[in-house]
């Protein structure tokens, strides 16, 4: 059996990984491997319904396979079309139906974070502010204190220059939960997009209020406020998009 002969019984045996790994050994390999016939019965394995019509000219067994044997999981955005400099955060968060915190935080403010944590917060903290993902966040200047009988809430609103328009990110959702062992208390609502997005998952905005040990259970003393929408979005370039697909008004 010559070398060539030994090449075509072999290779109807491989995987499409390996398969495709003998294409990049030498010319000889990849003109055999490349075979549609090849590639056809690997096709026939996964979607044999499609391999009974005839092939286009312009499409492959061989394109066919390698487009669709696996989920593509990472995708290249279009760059957003708003920018962190075109927005303005509002953000009121109440204890019963006092307000404790209102501010108007400009986008590039908001964008930048605690760039100075205060001294003394755990380490779990420290790397959640510190880690990879996006993060939104502010200082609370000055700091303030969350009495845990007390029903506590948050709004946000959001507005963009380029349109003079607003959009809902969170209306008066409670902080119900308090995390001890990560220092976050944590609110969250649906985000409302526009009826341009229909098919669009649900997706999650949450606040969280950073805090640091006092010795008393019954409050909590914030130094920070953070916004995300960590369901959906952990760079830049995703926040910004799931912004502009909000119900802007």
């Not at 019954?218 to 916004?227: E, H, K, P, Q, T």
């Amino acid at each position: 059996m010559s070398h060539v002969e030994a090449l075509k019984a072999v290779f109807p045996l491989l995987d499409g990984k390996d398969l495709a790994s003998c294409m990049r050994v030498c010319k000889l390999w990849r003109e055999i491997a490349g075979d549609d016939y090849y590639w056809k019965c690997l096709c026939v394995k996964r979607w044999p319904s499609i391999c009974k019509r005839p092939m286009l000219s312009s499409f492959t067994y061989y394109k066919l396979y390698l487009t669709f044997y696996k989920r593509q999981r990472h995708r290249t955005f279009r760059p957003p079309r708003l920018s962190f400099q075109d927005l303005e955060f509002y953000i009121d968060i109440w204890a019963e139906e006092t307000v404790i915190f209102s501010e108007v935080v400009p986008g590039p403010v908001l964008r930048r974070g605690i760039e100075n944590p205060p001294p003394g917060i755990s380490d779990m903290l420290r790397f959640h502010l510190q880690g990879p993902d996006v993060k939104m966040s502010i200082p609370a200047e000055p700091r303030f204190t969350v009495p845990l009988s007390q029903s506590v809430s948050v709004s946000v609103l959001v507005s963009r220059k380029d349109t003079n328009k607003i959009a809902c990110i969170i209306s008066k959702s409670l902080f119900d939960y308090v995390d001890r062992s990560a220092y976050r208390a944590l609110a969250f609502d649906y985000l409302n997009f526009s009826p341009d997005y229909p098919f669009t998952s649900v997706i999650r905005a949450w606040v969280s209020l950073l805090f640091m040990e006092n010795g008393n259970d019954a409050v909590i003393d914030v130094f920070g406020v953070v916004l995300d929408f960590c369901d959906a979005a952990n760079s830049e370039e995703e926040v910004l998009w799931i912004l502009d697909m909000l119900d802007w008004k």
